[in-house]
Every structure is written in C-alpha cells, then in structure tokens.
C-alpha cells in the first residue's frame, strides 16, 4: 500500500499569500494518479485537481498541482477567504490511499 | 447540478449492521461508478468499495471484504452500502463518491457524510 505524507499539517496564512501544500509517497504513484481535495466543516469534500495537475472543472485557475513520481504539490497562488479548510492528497494509482491531510488556518 | 444526498445519523449498537443510503441527482445514475469512504474520528479518509450501477458490479477494499455490501436501486437512482458485524473502530463519516473510472478512480462528487456512531 502507498502512504502518503502531507506536510505540514498545519498553515497558517493571511489573504492574499501563496499556500503551498506537500505530498509525499512512499513508492512512485504510477501515471501520476494524484488528485487534490478540499474540505470544509459539514460539507461534502470538493475535487480540485486530478492527474496530479488537470485543474477539475469551475475549480479556480488561482488552484495549481505539479509533481511526479513520489513528490506532488497543490498551491493556491493568493488565498481567498473561503480557501481556509483542509486539503488532502489521494493516490490511485495503486489501489486508493490517501493523506492525512493539511489545514490552512488564518494568520 | 450534480448532487449526492446521504441518509441521516446512525447510533447502532456492537454487532449490528448500519445501512447508509445515496441518492443521485443531476445525472444518470448507470452513467458513473459509486465509491464509499470513509473518515474515522481524528483519522484520515478510507476508500471501502465502487459499484458499477448500469452492470452492478461489485469491488471491495480487501480491509472490508465479507462485511460490506453495496447496492444500487436504479429505479430510485439510490446507492446503498451496508457494513455488519460492526465494533466501536468503525465510528466514522461514511461518504459516497461518484467516479467516471473503475481503475484509478478519483471523486468528481461527494455527499454530504453520513455519521454512524457504534456504541453499547
């Protein structure tokens, strides 16, 4: 099984700066199968990106994913307000794992 | 709009089995697959299984194998998942989550969370 490491657990951030999210696997994600999600309180989980950098549709082009192999980044140029949640990185690639998540707070 | 809408808490007991229910708007059920996963208190997020609504095939995480069992009613356009023998470590928000692949699936759509608490 994959296991993905997301740091750091914790950002804390003003509007308006960049956020930038690390994935870690402990094995190469074959093709890149990495998508990116976002969580608020109560609400249903919000799909950002997939293959690892395909912005998902009316997702915000302030919203970017990169990465290869076993290193995966998802970075919010300039946070907006409802930005603030937490963001999880899921591989599936090989069978589906995913991120313990990291949470952007406001500063 | 596309939208996942989960039944209401559970409380149930050791043992006992919880059926959550999802019902699918917005599109035709049998055009996508249906995930389940699910998020245990302080814990990160567990893939269980996909359904396949138009063949109604069946994959289950190897994890939850002989004890989950999801369905779909294509009349309704509702997908159900049913887990059984259940213990306090599966107190958790249990999400469906719509897909367009069967291998290397990611989630386009999410319901809202159903919380299933088990406790004596």
């Not at chain 1, 300039?78 to 991120?99: N, W």
């Not at chain 2, 009349?75 to 470590?89: K, Q, R």
Request: charged share 15%; glycine share 8%.
């Amino acid at each position: 099984e994959i296991v993905l490491t997301q740091s750091p657990v914790t950002l804390s951030l003003s509007p308006g700066e960049r956020a930038t999210f690390s994935c870690g696997a402990s094995q190469s994600v074959s093709s890149n199968y990495v998508a990116w999600y976002q969580h608020k309180p109560g609400l249903a989980p919000r799909l950002l990106i997939y293959d690892a950098s395909t912005r998902a549709t009316g997702i915000p082009d302030r919203f970017s994913g990169s990465g290869s192999g076993t290193d995966f980044t998802l970075t919010i140029s300039k946070l907006e307000p409802e930005d603030y949640a937490v963001y999880y990185c899921h591989q599936y690639g090989s069978s589906l794992t995913f991120g313990g998540g990291t949470k952007v707070e406001i500063k | 709009q596309v939208q996942l809408v989960q039944s209401g808490a559970e409380v149930k007991k050791p043992g006992a089995s919880v059926k959550v229910s999802c019902k699918a708007s917005g599109y035709s059920l049998i055009s996508y697959y249906m995930n389940w996963v699910r998020q245990a208190p302080g814990q990160g997020l567990e893939w269980m299984g996909i359904i396949d609504p138009n063949a109604d095939r069946t994959n289950y995480a190897q994890k939850f194998q002989g004890r989950v069992t999801v369905t779909r009613d294509t009349s309704t356009s509702t997908v159900y998942m049913e887990l059984s023998s259940l213990t306090s470590e599966d107190t958790a928000v249990y999400y469906c989550a719509r897909s367009k692949r069967w291998l290397h699936p990611y989630f386009d759509y999410w319901g809202q969370g159903t919380l299933v608490t088990v406790s004596s």
